[in-house]
């Protein structure tokens, strides 16, 4: 959609913290450990929905035509208000929502004990990954947004409803940040301000990967997230600047990102 969306933060601060209520909630009630699966992707859809849909209609509507640096500051401030909402709701005490984490138990590999759960988010992010591929090259509608990107004026010439079609893109883009916010809870304390980092990362792999590509996101992701795990292990120091270091290279050889799609000639 050629949206820096900032706000996406927010969607993954408020996945986090009302998978991680609610499962401390279903916890106390006496419902089984699994049953925080449910609630994840229950959380996932209410959040990225709601606030998506909010958002939407309220904020993005008003700025689809105007420059990006534009929707990068509502999109930002938006953020803002989201975090402040956090606060109000649930408080400045973090949320510990282990269970889901303690259900799957742990297996030994390579000598180390490492929990089943954090593992399956690699099965997740694939799933995910796969799926926004498939959508967005394979299905009508992913050629219906390809068609919007390049010319929203000729798609709404032929008939496309351009609304529509922004809303439930940025609804489902608001799952997905709510998605992985909900899906890390049980492994990390929900605290305010722990979002703020993700969107730094976040910002890198876009630059790396290239605006509007899937495949550029995911192999942008596992480029920063080893050189974070290496820089960690071998210079903590050094652990953001690292990642810095490569976008600004990535920048310099290619603004554009390593795997951003071909644009539309102009004629």
Not at 173 to 179: H, I, M, Q, T
Request: charged share 10%; glycine share 12%.
């Amino acid at each position: 959609m050629k949206i820096l969306n900032v706000a996406h933060g927010g969607f993954y601060a408020w996945g986090a913290y009302t998978a991680a209520y609610f499962i401390g909630s279903a916890s106390e009630m006496g419902f089984p450990d699994w049953f925080g699966f449910l609630i994840i992707a229950g959380s996932a859809l209410a959040v990225g929905i709601v606030l998506g849909l909010l958002i939407e209609r309220i904020v993005l509507r008003r700025l689809y035509d105007h420059e990006e640096i534009l929707i990068v500051l509502a999109t930002f401030g938006v953020f803002l208000i989201l975090e402040d909402l956090i606060l109000l709701i649930f408080g400045v005490n973090p949320y510990f929502a282990y269970q889901p984490m303690v259900a799957l138990g742990s297996v030994e590999m390579g000598g180390i004990f490492r929990d089943v759960y954090s593992l399956t988010l690699f099965g997740v992010a694939l799933l995910v990954a796969a799926g926004s591929w498939w959508m967005l090259t394979r299905t009508r509608w992913g050629k219906l947004i390809t068609a919007v990107i390049h010319d929203r004026e000729m798609a709404l010439i032929v008939g496309i409803n351009v609304r529509r079609l922004f809303v439930v893109t940025f609804c489902a883009g608001a799952v997905l940040g709510a998605l992985g916010g909900a899906y890390i809870a049980p492994t990390v304390s929900v605290a305010p301000g722990f979002a703020v980092d993700v969107i730094v990362l976040s910002f890198a792999v876009v630059v790396i990967g290239g605006m509007g590509s899937i495949p550029g996101a995911l192999i942008g992701a596992l480029l920063v997230g080893l050189l974070r795990a290496l820089a960690v292990h071998k210079l903590p120091e050094l652990e953001l600047f690292v990642i810095f270091l490569v976008m600004s290279a990535v920048l310099i050889v290619r603004p554009e990102g390593l795997f951003a799609p071909a644009k539309a000639r102009k004629i």
